[in-house]
């Protein structure tokens, strides 16, 4: 088998897997209550591993943890390295986005945190890719569909964008029936803000709170859709 042969075959089960585990939920039936531990996941879009917004995120999660204790589970998914190709409707291509499918669809994972680095006051391409790349979830049933989702943006300068970053992810989750909520009180606003300095989040203690606050408020929401107020 030609190595496109091999791919297209690939992106074809994945989306047609996620389609099977996501049957249950099309024609708008709720998902149902997880009896586990709600899986709440942290995708970060920057291409530097370990970097700024991976720290951030690890923050965010912190936030989720402490709000949700033994109910929540967490992990945080680093697309650098992945191979997420700019989405090309004429092409099956998933690359590694195949291998995110059946992960973020899982019915047990309730809230999903976005983060990306600031680049140009937008999101970063990689960040973009994967929201396109996103379309296999509206293909499979909308399977993100009420899935709580939280953004995180770190930029290089304090007001550099970070909120138009963040709005933008939005606007693409919205478009998956996700259920988009701000960071939590007492910040409350669109999203977790962070700044870099010298490749270091460690001097913001705003932005690292906003960080918290956002993980605190994906959890409390998320828990609260599932029933584990
Ligand atoms: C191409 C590019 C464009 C950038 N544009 C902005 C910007 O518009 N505003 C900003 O605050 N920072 C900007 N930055 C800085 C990054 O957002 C910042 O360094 C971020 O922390 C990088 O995330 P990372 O550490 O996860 O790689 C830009 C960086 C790059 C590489």
Known sequence: MNRDVQQNRRAFLAVAGAAAAGAALSAGAQEPAPSGPVRIL??????????????????????????????????????????????????????????????????????????????????????????????????GGMLLRNKVAGILAVGGVRNGGQELAIAGVQAGLMCQEMIVVGDGRPSAHTGATLLNTDDSIEKDEFGRETARNLGRHVAEVALLLAGRA
């Not at 970097?51 to 912190?62: H, K, N, P, V």
């Not at 291509?93 to 669809?105: H, M, R, Y």
């Not at 976005?114 to 006051?121: K, N």
Request: glycine share 10%; hydrophobic share 45%.
């Open 42 to 139: 942290a995708i970060s879009c920057s291409p530097r591993p370990g970097m700024t917004t991976a720290a951030g995120l690890g923050i965010a999660l912190e936030g989720v943890r402490s709000f949700g204790r033994s109910r929540v589970e967490t992990e945080l998914i680093e697309l650098a390295g992945k191979n997420i190709p700019v989405f090309n409707p004429a092409s099956a291509d998933l690359g590694d986005f195949a291998e995110l499918i059946p992960k973020l669809s899982d019915p047990a994972v309730r809230g999903i945190i976005v983060g990306t680095p600031v680049y140009f006051c937008g999101m970063s391409s990689l960040c973009k890719a994967f929201l396109d790349q996103c379309m296999a979830f509206r293909k």
